[in-house]
């Protein structure tokens, strides 16, 4: 599997695009903006755009949803149905946010923990860990042995539980029973900033000191 990390949005959030090098589908994981880029990469690497895969319900990570369905009739998957007041709220986010109006739109498929989804002949396990919203899920590639974790963890901190729904004690919960787990040789994209490995962040981060 190739994969690509794309900053977007004045957030800079990490929009990452998975591919398949054999049958060049593609994913798009939480297009939050600037849909051209995206569409850039996709034409330049000739890839097929199979599916919109989504981590939660933030205007940053799904703001360019409706756009990018626009030249792509593909199917939205994720997050889970929690986060569904989120998506309903878009309007409201970019008010929030002082963000530009962007259209809505209904995901075709809620995610929960255990489901899988798939793009070429690749396959991401579905891991359901609320906390930084309650819907929040994250895509687990096993055979490469890396995880797309959203705003659940970055390398250094952890994510925000001050928004509505969130919640600090659920999040680091998410991050001790669902990612750690997982082991320390496990690469991370996260939401923002730069990818690392959970072994470097269980030694290093302090968000993460006792858990």
């Excluded at 600037?34 to 990469?41: M, Y």
């Excluded at 070429?120 to 895509?139: R, S």
Aim: proline share 5%.
């Amino acid at each position: 599997m190739h994969y690509r990390i794309i900053p977007v949005t004045a957030f800079s959030q990490n929009c990452s695009v998975f591919w398949c090098e054999k049958t060049k589908k593609a994913a798009v994981i939480d297009p939050g903006g600037e849909v051209e880029k995206v569409i850039q990469l996709l034409e330049e690497q000739q890839l097929s755009l199979e599916k919109i895969f989504l981590t939660h319900g933030h205007l940053d990570h799904v703001g360019g949803v409706a756009k990018l369905l626009e030249s792509y009739q593909v199917p939205v998957e994720g997050p889970h149905i929690a986060d569904n007041f989120w998506i309903e709220a878009l309007s409201e986010q970019c008010k929030m946010f002082g963000f530009e109006q962007v259209e809505g739109f209904k995901p075709d498929r809620w995610l929960d923990e255990g489901d899988c989804v798939s793009f070429g002949e690749h396959q991401l396990e579905v891991l359901h860990c609320p906390g930084h919203t309650p819907g929040h899920i994250v895509f687990f590639h096993r055979q490469q042995q890396l995880l797309q974790v959203g705003d659940v963890l970055f390398d250094g901190s952890i994510g925000r539980t001050d928004f509505p729904q969130g919640n600090h004690s659920q999040l680091l919960e998410s991050i001790r029973e669902k990612i750690l787990p997982l082991g320390d040789h496990v690469q991370f994209i996260a939401g923002h900033g730069p990818m690392s490995d959970l072994g470097t962040q269980r030694k290093t981060n302090s968000q993460l000191v006792g858990i």
